[in-house]
């Protein structure tokens, strides 16, 4: 390499100057243990240490570089306080702690940008930082102390640092390949949600005035472009051969399980987004007399997507959308259908764990014990306390011959029609949990479809997607589109929804010869 003989600094007023170099970037060395860079210069025939904070080898080579010059010109030591910026840990933890309404965002996504931080910082050496939820309601997440971020503090994330996570994340990728593209749009997609930490908002709102941090000027680190010559990722639809061996299974799902086969009506036949789909009623489904656009009157169904008192749409896409007859009758024909697949009555099973023991009692009604405790709570059915069947025998109590004891109280709560009559009652009963749960209908759905051919990442979202390439298709309209799925911009549904299902055919032929 060649040798450097000048380098350009940049002066604590913001403005840069160029210095001689005094120490190579090969004198220097990486203390261990540490997140330090150390370099000796003779200076009057003594040698002298000169230590740098920085992360990255290359800020820490321009930084002892300059305490040495420095030294030179003034004849003094440029006395800088050490570790005076945060570490990760603490504005992480500052960001997670903050109210929704100071952060104008929700914990869950504030959540997001801090896994998506750990990925960033994930080529470091050090341990992995890991959370905990700091309270039994589980509503803010705090990450540990002993982690590589405790050390890492907010001046070492620099462009320098963006540049060698691409290349540690890219890496074993060629360049110019289909894998090669995926994976850099997903280097670009994991910064881009990095860089909402340090926003100008968090900045000053939260870390300098809240919480008194010093934070530096994080403008660079902000405005670092992507990775260029990247072409951006475009929606295809699935295949008919996959899509209708989903499509001729789908009866069996209901059958199996109701909560995911709304889902998939939902957002294969709707359009609906997964958190939409969580929070669903039916008091959305109605219907209306329009114009048919021939000088007549129509009949017009639709879903009409609303906020709940502890729910609001994305980007507040609030609006109706047309849905077909077949949709409306399917979706409100569930209204009064019990989720429970129960193999015997709830007074029969009540009956029963009261007349034997609740392992025999799971075995002849093709339960595990868990998943028998679990259907006798949500049924409100009481089940003998342990040991009682040992103090049975033993003659210390008498046999209850399916009876309740006195004292026992039972309240089966199985969903009625009478009690299903409310019109603002959920769609989605049993399996309406948060998308990341493994009990939640969205993650049922998937598992279901893999396992009738489909080979995508995503099940529920992919519906959506789908949704839209049929809409386009069908009314050969973007806008059209763009309406029913509720999209901000047309750029949004054309580059992630709008592909065509069904395809032209017609082709230019080749001239023949005169």
Not at 429 to 445: E, M, P, Q, T, V
Request: positive net charge; contains cysteine.
């Amino acid at each position: 390499m060649k040798k450097q003989t000048t380098l350009k600094i940049a002066n604590d007023e913001g403005t840069s100057e160029t210095i001689p170099c005094y120490l190579q970037l090969s004198q220097l060395f990486k203390v261990p243990n540490r997140n330090s860079w150390k370099g000796r210069y003779n200076i009057n025939g003594k040698r002298k240490w000169f230590s740098s904070p920085l992360l990255d080898g290359d800020d820490a080579w321009r930084d002892v570089n300059k305490q040495i010059n420095h030294l030179l010109v003034k004849g003094k030591r440029n006395v800088v306080k050490r570790n005076v910026y945060p570490s990760l840990l603490k504005v992480v933890n500052a960001m997670l702690a903050t109210a929704y309404e100071v952060a104008e965002n929700a914990e869950d996504t504030r959540f997001t940008y801090a896994s998506c931080l750990r990925t960033f910082t994930s080529h470091l050496p050090g341990k992995e930082p890991e959370w905990e939820w700091t309270d039994t309601s589980k509503t803010v997440r705090q990450f540990k102390e002993g982690s590589k971020w405790d050390k890492i503090t907010v001046n070492e994330l620099t462009p320098t640092l963006i540049r060698k996570f691409r290349v540690a994340y890219l890496k074993g990728y060629k360049p110019k390949t289909m894998d090669y593209n995926i994976r850099a749009r997903g280097c670009d997609s994991v910064l881009k949600s990095v860089k909402p930490i340090f926003s100008k908002h968090f900045t000053k709102n939260v870390y300098k005035e809240i919480h008194g941090f010093k934070m530096p000027d994080m403008t660079e680190f902000r405005e670092m472009p992507k990775i260029p010559n990247i072409p951006p990722a475009k929606y295809e639809a699935p295949d008919e051969s996959m899509m209708n061996k989903v499509l001729g299974s789908i009866n069996k799902l209901y059958e199996e399980c109701l909560d995911t086969w709304l889902t998939f009506i939902l957002s294969y036949a709707i359009g609906l987004r997964w958190s939409e789909i969580r929070f669903a009623r039916y008091s959305w489904f109605s219907h209306e007399m329009v114009n048919d656009g021939k000088g007549g009157r129509a009949k017009r169904y639709y879903c009409n997507v609303q906020a709940t008192p502890e729910w609001t749409p994305k980007a507040c896409s609030l609006g109706k959308v047309t849905i077909s007859k077949e949709t409306y009758d399917m979706v409100l024909a569930t209204k009064g259908v019990s989720r429970e697949r129960l193999k015997a009555t709830p007074a029969e099973i009540q009956e029963l764990v009261w007349s034997k023991p609740t392992w025999r009692v799971a075995k002849e009604l093709g339960y595990s014990d868990v998943g028998l405790g679990k259907l006798c709570s949500r049924l409100g059915i009481p089940k003998p306390p342990r040991g009682f069947w040992g103090k049975v025998k033993a003659g210390e109590v008498p046999h209850p011959q399916g009876c309740l004891p006195e004292g026992v109280s039972s309240s089966i709560n199985v969903i009625t029609l009478e009690e299903a009559g409310n019109a603002d009652e959920r769609v989605l009963k049993r399996y309406n949990g948060h998308g990341r749960c493994d009990s939640s209908a969205n993650r049922r759905l998937k598992r279901w479809m893999k396992k009738h051919g489909w080979n995508r990442t995503r099940a529920c979202h992919e519906m959506r997607s789908y949704n839209g390439a049929m809409v386009t298709t069908m009314t050969g309209s973007l806008y059209e589109t763009q309406k029913r799925l509720r999209h901000a911009s047309s750029r949004t549904t054309e580059r992630s929804y709008a592909d065509l299902v069904a395809h032209n055919t017609d082709a230019v032929s080749f001239p023949k010869a005169s």
